[in-house]
């Protein structure tokens, strides 16, 4: 059934990724292009010389991506994407695409030498002959003034395929904070420079202090397993994530830029101090937080958003929503970027425990390991409040519309209701389904998720008698439709309990 899934998520581009055993990031990242490809088509008036254009690159984009030729893939999708918005693809434009500039360490002290190594993900069609000549400078995040160009370069190979070229810089004395490395590149006849960049977090001694709070933690975590103290020990994690954040962000592994990282540290430590005293740090937290837990598929740390009504009473079941964020987001999504935390808003109003999972990888589409995360977050949330067993409810947006639908297939008997927004899915499948009642909502404008894969979708769920209430919003657009319809999202909810499958099936010999 995952194969089938993934077959219908936007464009033919995609139909070779059925085929694949593995989600790989090379394969998430031509995923992700392909729906920016698909949007842009979608949106701009073609002829028909510009249609066979595209249309073939789309072609040979999807042939290497089912040749495991990922960076072909994403070659032949940038040039598509490059002629849609009416450029050349010129040698330099290639380069300047293909082009990777990655930092050993984005996370740096002053005085420090960080070696950053250019590299390609693709080689070119055309040879680019000719020498780069170029600076590295350090701009603040709010300007391109630069503050200090750190190295100058001539005669480069411009071949970062074959070899990669590593480059050595120093880093200078600047006030702790986030800053970016441009590399700009300029060679002879050139027309436009080729320019990339890399965030740096420039602060002295906040490495040694992560590392003294990780060494606290792994302290604590035995002595806690020695006293046998399970319950602490389930917190732990949350402290533990955001002790982890300064690693991954210095292995580039996670988009740091909003992050604060002496609050996360400070966040960590106070939950420390807690535990320590013997104390459950996150029993009486209410309103938006975040946790985290260990996952047992591979034993890392995965991270979830989570939102406790400030009236929540242990003595009584509340209602729990998964919600699952959209393509390229993460845990975050629905609280920070939809209409600015509306969704929780809505939830404190009427009552609703709601857990945001980050789902892996920003392409995981929700399968594999990262729908195993949507159920242990499901799980934990269980664990820790005290949930309605007959109202766990699961809505998505984009990504997450795809995951919902997927998701409740596979777990038919957790969940009372769904409500995918501008997603889409398997139509077969919606047998397996057929009691749950659906909310499905898209735009009739959507340049990204093609409206008709909710409408196949819709017409599949009543021909199994399926309960469905389809919105499909005039001139809607494919990010505006998810916060518009939070309401009616949250009323489908008010109105439905949990049905098992027994439920319905006994209900169906009975006549009802």
């Known amino acids: 059934m995952l194969k089938i899934i993934r077959c219908f998520v936007f464009s033919l581009i995609i139909v070779s990724l059925c085929g694949l055993a593995t989600w790989a990031q090379d394969a998430g990242q031509v995923l992700g292009a392909s729906v920016r490809y698909n949007t842009l088509k979608n949106s701009t008036s073609l002829t028909k010389e510009l249609r066979e254009a595209v249309e073939g690159l789309e072609k040979l984009a999807r042939e290497a991506n089912a040749a495991h030729r990922y960076g ?162 389930a917190v732990l994690p949350t402290a533990q994530y955001r002790l982890r954040l300064f690693d991954m962000a210095s292995a580039s592994a996670i988009n740091f830029v909003r992050l604060n990282f002496n609050d996360e540290l400070k966040e960590a430590t106070a939950l420390l101090d807690e535990l320590e005293a013997k104390r459950d740090p996150l029993a009486a937290r209410r309103g938006d937080f975040r946790k985290a837990y260990w996952s047992k598929v591979d034993n890392t740390l995965q991270p979830y958003r989570l939102f406790v009504p400030t009236n929540y009473d242990s003595t009584k079941a509340y209602p729990l929503i998964i919600a699952l964020h959209g393509m390229g987001g993460d845990e975050n999504s629905y609280f920070d970027l939809y209409l600015q935390g509306a969704f929780k808003v809505e939830a404190e109003k009427r009552g609703y425990i709601v857990a945001c999972p980050k789902g892996r990888e920003p392409a995981s589409m929700y399968t594999g390991a990262a729908e195993r995360d949507v159920l242990d977050v499901l799980e934990e949330v269980r664990r820790a409040y005290r949930i309605d067993a007959e109202r766990i409810y699961m809505t998505g947006h984009s990504m997450g519309g795809f995951g919902t639908w997927s998701i409740a297939i596979n777990h038919p008997d957790l969940f009372a209701a769904l409500a995918p927004v501008a997603g889409g899915g398997n139509p077969a499948a919606l047998a397996k389904i057929a009691h749950i009642p659906q909310l499905v909502v898209h735009g009739d404008n959507d340049k990204t998720v093609a409206v008709e894969r909710s409408r196949v979708m819709v017409e599949a769920a009543k021909k199994v008698g399926a309960e469905v209430k389809y919105l499909e919003i005039p001139n809607g657009d494919h990010g505006s439709v998810a916060g518009r319809t939070f309401k009616d999202v949250y009323d489908f909810f008010d109105s439905h309990k949990r049905k098992t499958t027994d439920a319905k099936a006994a209900a169906a010999a009975q006549g009802h």
């Open 72 to 233: 072909d893939a994403l070659k032949h999708l940038t040039h598509a994407m490059t002629i849609l918005r009416g450029q050349p693809w010129t040698p330099a434009r290639a380069l300047n695409a293909a082009l990777t500039v990655k930092p050993e360490r984005a996370i740096v002290e002053p005085d420090d030498l960080v070696r950053l190594r250019l590299g390609q993900i693709f080689s070119l069609d055309e040879k680019f002959t000719a020498k780069l000549s170029g600076t590295i400078e350090l701009l603040p995040m709010t300007s391109n003034e630069a503050l200090k160009i750190l190295k100058t370069m001539d005669g480069l190979n411009a071949d970062f395929a074959t070899q990669a070229t590593v480059i050595e810089v120093t880093v200078p004395e600047v006030p702790a904070g986030n800053y970016r490395l441009s590399l700009t590149f300029k060679y002879e006849g050139a027309a436009e420079p080729i320019t990339k960049t890399a965030t740096l977090h420039i602060e002295r001694g906040l490495a040694a202090r992560f590392a003294a709070a990780q060494a606290r933690a792994a302290q604590l975590e035995a002595r806690l397993r020695a006293d046998k103290k399970e319950t602490l020990l």
